[in-house]
């Protein structure tokens, strides 16, 4: 698939993903609102019904606004007379099951003439829970108005409403499911294209490397074929060699490939010793101090770790050193400044591989550690590599419980730093 296929299908999907999330929540949202006012309605009809018998039976004129909701889940009904608790709760649960009302609600009585609440209760239809004492009641914090009257409080509105709501919970569950099958399956073709890219790139790599080693064999063999070389034993020797030198560099690039790109933490054969931080990074400085000096750049060494020794692969952890400050080198354009600083933060020897070099872009940072991975730099293959260099460096660390951190700016260079656990 190409990119420009990729990214429509992409965009094509988080559209329709888009488009089917928010379909759903404003069908659920109308639903819940047309569901609300049902029962908002059928509360206020059964109230009504309520205040209409007591005041036939205490032989009351009308009320002019009989039912008022003062919060969503809260409804007071006026009336002329303290009811008793007793009739007033039978009259409530008989209207409300008229109206199929058959939820927990809880109801209290104003007196005005004591300008208290003479009563208050929770009904629930729960089998085990059936009276409430009065002080658990949270209605008795709702009263604040003139006259006598009860009010009627929902505590589990929301809950009883989204209850009636069951389809769309049930087909918001599949649309949940149906989005996450489609990320993933975004995410599968994202990683899968990456892979494929990784992939041509190191194989472009790998054949770019090859050539060079494979075509000077093949025209050393050529002029040994020549019949006039047997009477030049040196010229001979010479081609012999050749052929000798760059088979052994063949051979060791791909058993490193090889070895590398097999290689996991757990795979990681490693021989646990106390060993000195500081020896390792003198010893491997002074071995790219020359090479270094001829491009006229430097490396510069800064050892402030009180404690320099953790317990590590003496072998691997140089092999770590050494590939740091290589791809160092590698990837500056300017007169390479290498500074290497230690020391000692929270219980760890902190080091840190530090450089003036091309940097690398925040986009690339979090691959340049996955195995084969090279930043794009077009066709150039100036600076050579498999992309393993990283990925061995990150193996080493996990295999040692360490941690690598890199900081980068484009054009300005980059930090690595390294955290193991202090040796005692
Ligand atoms: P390679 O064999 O290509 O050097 P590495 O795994 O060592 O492989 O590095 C992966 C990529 O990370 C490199 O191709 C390079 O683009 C980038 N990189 C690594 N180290 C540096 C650095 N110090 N400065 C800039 N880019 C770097």
Known sequence: MSRKTIVIVVL?????????????????????????????????????????????MNKDSAVT?????????????????????????????????????????????????????VFASRVSYAVDDKVVKPERVSITSKFEQDGHYFGVLFPNKTTIILKQLDFWMYSSIVIFLIVIFFSYTIFVILRHKRLSDVKTDFINNMTHELKTPISTIGLSAEALLNPNIAGEPSRLTQYVNIIKNENQRLRSQVDKVLQIATLTPKKVQVKMEKINLHDIIGKASSAFKLALQEDGGEINVTLNAGNPYINGDLVHITNVIYNLIDNARKYT????????????????????????????????????????????????????GFGLGLFYVNTIMKAHKARIHVESKIGKGSTFTLRFKSAE
């Open 65 to 117: 606004e009989p039912v008022v909701q003062k919060e969503s889940n809260f409804f007071v009904a006026n009336i002329n007379d303290t009811p008793s608790p007793f009739l007033l709760e039978k009259l409530i649960k008989d209207e409300f099951e008229r109206y199929n009302l058959t939820e927990d609600f809880e109801y209290g009585i104003y007196d005005c003439f004591t300008d208290s609440i």
């Open 333 to 384: 354009e300017d007169i390479p400044q290498i500074k290497i600083e230690t020391s000692n933060e929270n219980g760890q020897v902190v080091v840190k591989v530090i450089d003036n070099g091309v940097g690398i872009a925040q986009s690339h940072l979090g691959m340049i550690f996955d195995k084969f991975y090279r930043v794009p730099t077009g066709n150039l293959h100036n600076v050579k």
């Open 12 to 56: 094509l999907a988080v559209f329709s993903l888009g488009v089917i999330i928010a379909g759903q929540v404003f069908w659920v949202r109308k639903a819940y609102g047309i569901q609300e006012r049902q029962f908002n309605d059928h509360v206020r009809l059964a109230l009504t019904n309520v205040v209409e018998e007591i005041l036939i």
